[in-house]
């Protein structure tokens, strides 16, 4: 079974938030969905989760039921502890007793907050109460796991915890879905879909990105055309689309951010909508 958005167009008023954006994810496989603010990565994702109305396009997703969902909120009440969110989303899937109670601590073993079920959410670090949403995402087993941004704004520990718990539920069979801004994350998924304004711009694996990829990305440290660059570090990496870089410039092999931040800038070129 995939699950999938395909062709999916969304409108809020006259802003065009979906373009004809396709995702489909395996069971048992990660997708990272990357892109800046306004890219339409959290449109996409309550679209395939059916918290909103595609304009066009088409969803196949399991029932509601069988789905687990992180928004970018905390995805937890903040006045009720942490086995207390556990166990009313427990109750809301219909988990209880035993099941239930056995459920809930294996999730918080994993995700170190065992020696906390007694603390109220709005009491836990960010890094924290990100791991509790995941938790209570993952409670009922879902088959389908969509996670908005889970690891933004989270210290490097909680971050490394977040991905061993996403691993560990595609490897337990679960398809997961999740948007983030960082593309060293997106490079550990097994599929990547990178949206701009609403578009495309490129989707696949990391190889199959990094493949497609034309043109040539230069390192300066006094660009030539300052719309065509941007800063890596004390430097600034420039890109060339069809064309060689001046001779003063280092050409080097792109990595997964420089594709994404080239192929944005490619976009709003064509369109007229550099800066």
């Given at each position: 079974m995939t699950y999938a958005v395909r062709s999916a167009v969304v409108r809020f008023g006259d802003?065009?938030?979906?373009?004809?954006?396709?995702?489909?994810?395996?069971?048992?496989?990660?997708?990272?969905?990357?892109g800046g603010d306004g890219a339409g990565k959290t449109t996409l994702l309550r679209g395939l989760v059916g918290r909103i109305r595609l304009e066009h396009g088409?969803?196949?997703?399991?029932?509601?039921?069988?789905?687990?969902?992180?928004?970018?909120?905390?995805?937890?009440?903040?006045?009720?502890?942490?086995?207390?969110?556990?166990?009313?989303?427990?109750?809301?899937?219909?988990?209880?007793?035993?099941?239930?109670?056995?459920?809930?601590?294996?999730?918080?073993?994993?995700?170190?907050?065992?020696?906390?079920?007694?603390?109220?959410?709005?009491?836990?670090?960010?890094?924290?109460?990100?791991?509790?949403?995941?938790?209570?995402a993952m409670l009922h087993d879902p088959q389908l796991l969509v996670l908005d941004e889970p690891s933004t704004g989270v210290d490097p520990v909680s971050r490394i915890d977040l991905w061993r718990l996403v691993s560990e539920a595609a490897a337990a069979g679960a398809a997961v879905v999740m948007s983030t801004t960082y593309l060293d994350e997106a490079e550990r998924a097994a599929t990547l879909l990178a949206l701009d304004d609403g578009r495309m711009l490129a989707s696949g694996t990391r190889a199959d990105v990094l493949r497609s990829f034309d043109g040539v990305v230069a390192r300066t440290t006094s660009p030539h055309r300052r719309d065509w660059a941007w800063r890596r570090g004390r430097e600034f990496h420039?890109?060339?689309?069809?064309?060689?870089?001046?001779?003063?410039?280092?050409?080097?092999?792109?990595?997964?951010?420089?594709?994404?931040?080239?192929?944005?800038?490619?976009?709003?070129?064509?369109?007229?909508?550099?800066?």
């Open positions: 802003t065009l938030a979906l373009d004809d954006v396709t995702l489909e994810v395996e069971p048992g496989s990660v997708v990272a969905v990357v088409e969803v196949d997703a399991p029932s509601a039921h069988q789905i687990g969902y992180l928004p970018a909120t905390a995805g937890s009440w903040p006045a009720l502890t942490v086995a207390q969110n556990m166990d009313f989303v427990g109750g809301v899937y219909g988990l209880s007793g035993t099941t239930l109670s056995a459920r809930r601590d294996e999730l918080l073993r994993r995700a170190a907050l065992l020696d906390v079920v007694d603390r109220p959410a709005s009491q836990l670090s960010g890094g924290m109460r990100r791991k509790l949403g995941f938790a209570m420039e890109y060339w689309p069809g064309e060689a870089a001046p001779r003063d410039a280092t050409t080097l092999v792109p990595d997964l951010e420089d594709v994404v931040i080239a192929l944005s800038l490619l976009r709003r070129h064509r369109h007229g909508l550099a800066s």
